[in-house]
């Protein structure tokens, strides 16, 4: 069973970048398709989680949330186990917790709800303020 950590979360002021990174162990990360949610203050529950983007497996598609295309890029590098979300362009309004999810089935038709990911890791915050 696949594990995730997320890293690189912080405080940043709007118009800046950060870039996160999801390190996975005990799976055969290539397998994987790997999301990104972010939870903004005050929701609880993992369905209010929102979609922010997903990669396939070896990297060939990747689709994003509506609020944040153009300004990240999801990418996997799979001989490191790693994945990565670099945001740029930050409004305050991306703050938020932000979780990287894995599951081995994978939809072309979408993946963009959180009940569709099995693993998930604990989140890494990211802040967004003057």
């Known amino acids: 069973q696949v594990e995730l950590v997320e890293s690189g979360g912080g405080l940043v002021q709007p118009g800046g970048s950060l870039k996160l990174s999801c390190a996975a162990s005990g799976g055969s990360f290539s397998s994987y398709v790997l999301g990104w949610f972010r939870q903004a203050p005050g929701k609880e529950r993992k369905m209010d989680r929102e979609f922010v983007a997903l990669i396939n497996w070896d990297g060939s598609r990747t689709y994003y949330g509506d609020s944040v295309k153009g300004r990240f890029t999801i990418s996997r590098d799979n001989p490191e186990s790693t994945a990565y979300l670099q945001m740029n362009g930050l409004k305050p309004e991306d703050a938020a917790v932000y979780f990287c999810?894995?599951?081995?089935?994978?939809?072309?038709?979408?993946?963009?709800?959180?009940?569709?990911?099995?693993?998930w890791g604990q989140g890494t915050l990211v802040t967004v303020s003057a």
């Open positions: 999810a894995a599951d081995l089935v994978y939809s072309d038709g979408g993946m963009a709800t959180p009940s569709q990911y099995t693993h």
